[in-house]
Structures are given as C-alpha cells and as structure tokens.
C-alpha cells in the first residue's frame, strides 16, 4: 500500500498513525485505491484464512529504479535533471521547493518488508525513513552528490500534498530501522543515474 491512503497535512503536524488512516480522506484516487486494495486483503484474510501483512511504503527510490520518462519519482527525476546540466546549471521544479516528503532509500525498505512479513504484525504498517525534507533540500542534496553547483528555477505544476507525516512505532517494533538517510541514498542513486544518462548521451 501506500501513504497516499492518509489525509493532506502541513509540515510540523502530529506524526500520524495507521489507525488515523480512518475515517478516509485521501487527496487522490489513488489513495482511494490503495485503500480499497487494503480492505480487500484483509477481507480475504478473514473469510479465506490467508496470512496477510500491510506495508505502506513512504516514497521509495533508489538506484536501478525508473528514471525516465515521466514515470520516475521526484528523487530519480531531480537526479536526471542535475546529471544532464553543466556545472552552474539551472533545473525547473515543479512548485515553491515547500512541500515536504520522506524518501526511503530501497535496501530499507526491503528490509523493512522482510522484517514486517516475518513478524506477527496486523493490519498496515507504516515504513518509512525519519527524516522529513523539502523538496529544495532534495535539490540540494542532489547537487552535493554531484559535486555541481545548480540553480532553481520554480514553475507550476503538480505537487501533491504539502506534507506527510507518519509514525514508524509499529515497524520500529520488529527492530527495523532506517540505516540510509537522505545524504547516503541519493549518493548511491545519484551515481547510477548520472551513468545512465552518460551513456544515453553517448548512444
């Protein structure tokens, strides 16, 4: 599943539950859906007597990950942008660079994922990195990686929720933790990324 099943929030609110996941109010349909897909396992859970665990994934990436073609996450995308300039360079962001995200790196969250299915966990479980950052951070993270000095320029265009913030208590509980924050992740990714658009420059 995903957090997108959980309400609009502004950044600095109470970290919510999964139990706060109700009553509804995603943003999106597709938080709707994820939703629904949730009741219809645990529906088979309890009629059928399948073992069923939860996850609700917080923005994961990585390297290996889709990267482009309008279908990669806001971490692989500014990757992209940032490998694809020169040093000084300027990238367009979608909105004011405010909204804030978590971004889980990948290797934790399939940790998190094996952690969560040998567990006896009920009902959805939040995983998800601690560390909230801007959008603007993410930018500037991405430029460190890169060893660039790079320049924004803000546009319109979708941003989603301003902010998500989501306990982790029930994860923490089976001993899983984030071992990758933002700075470590987006070296790893960035290094993958910046090889594949050298080598699409080259092709």
Partial sequence: SSVCVYRDMQPGEPEMTEAEAIPANPDNEYGWEK???ERMALA???NQGMTVRIARFQN???PYGTWTGGREKAPAAI??????VEDGGTIEVWGDGTAV???????????GIFMLMHSDLQGAVNIGCPEYVTVDELVAAVAE?????????HIDGPVGVQSRNFSNERIYSTG?????FLKEGIAETYAWIEQQVKEQQGA
């Fill in 35 to 37: 939703l629904y897909s």
């Fill in 101 to 111: 995200r978590s971004y889980t790196y990948v290797n934790d969250m399939v940790e």
């Fill in 44 to 46: 088979y859970e309890r």
């Fill in 145 to 153: 990686a890169s060893g660039k000095t790079i320049y924004i320029k």
């Fill in 176 to 180: 899983w933790r984030a071992r990758y």
């Fill in 79 to 84: 990757c992209r942008k940032v490998a694809e």
């Fill in 60 to 62: 994961c990436y990585g």
